[in-house]
């Protein structure tokens, strides 16, 4: 079992920046890699950004340039710095852990960014 705890949301205008932290615990030496999502009303949930436990990178080519992810394997903690935010950033972001046993997911936190 992964545990996973995520915070840093809130509501910003848009030009803004917000980073998100996810932090992890239980059995985090399955953990392959971790992702975060986001789902807007009425959407399908979607992949944002994703790090390999080698610290691989890919993101969405919607926030490409403007988002990055890293993490600090010594805190078990994964991070999402969202720069130049837009309101079609709002959402509700998720941190997921990918593991051979399947997927943990966080409680989510939300992100509201104002025009």
């Known amino acids: 079992q992964v545990q996973l705890v995520e915070s840093g949301g809130g509501l910003v205008q848009a030009g803004g920046s917000l980073r998100l932290s996810c932090a992890a615990s239980?059995?985090?030496?399955?953990?392959?890699?971790m992702g975060w999502y986001r789902q807007a009303p009425g959407k399908q949930r979607e992949l944002v950004a994703h790090?390999?436990?080698?610290?691989?990178?890919n993101y969405a080519d919607s926030v490409k340039g403007r988002f990055t992810i890293s993490r600090d394997n010594a805190k078990n903690t994964v991070y999402l710095q969202m720069n130049s935010l837009k309101p079609e950033d709002t959402a509700v972001y998720y941190c997921?852990?990918?593991?051979?046993?399947?997927?943990?997911w966080g409680q989510g936190t939300q992100v509201t960014v104002s025009s």
């Open positions: 239980g059995s985090i030496f399955n953990i392959n890699a």
């Open positions: 790090i390999t436990s080698g610290g691989g990178t």
């Open positions: 997921a852990a990918l593991t051979v046993q399947g997927n943990y």
